[in-house]
């Protein structure tokens, strides 16, 4: 079997078109017929690499992609406080080994 994609290009990038509107990773591969791992790489291909043209965008895509936005810097703000909470708890770790 070749290690060409069965899938074009327009198709995986509709799919993470798709995807991204509805929120909804696992359903929206269900509905095309793809695994999750599948639909997850090209989001991170083509998801991205999206960048909103702001001269032709609508205020629709817009307020998706700032709602997006938002919600990948809350993320990325929980991240960091539970790494401060890690590093914190190591950094009080004492060997019990040292004399």
Do not use: C, Y
């Amino acid at each position: 079997m070749g290690s060409g994609s069965q899938f074009t290009d327009e198709f995986k990038r509709e799919a993470v078109r798709k995807a991204e509107a509805s929120q909804n990773v696992s359903r929206t591969a269900r509905e095309l017929g793809i695994s999750n791992k599948i639909l997850h790489q090209w989001i991170k291909q083509f998801g991205q690499a999206d960048v909103l043209d702001l001269n032709t965008a609508t205020m629709s895509e817009l307020s998706r992609r700032i709602r997006e936005l938002e919600r990948t810097v809350v993320q990325k703000e929980a991240t960091i406080e539970v790494l401060k909470k890690a590093i914190s708890i190591v950094s009080q770790e004492k060997p019990s080994d040292t004399p």
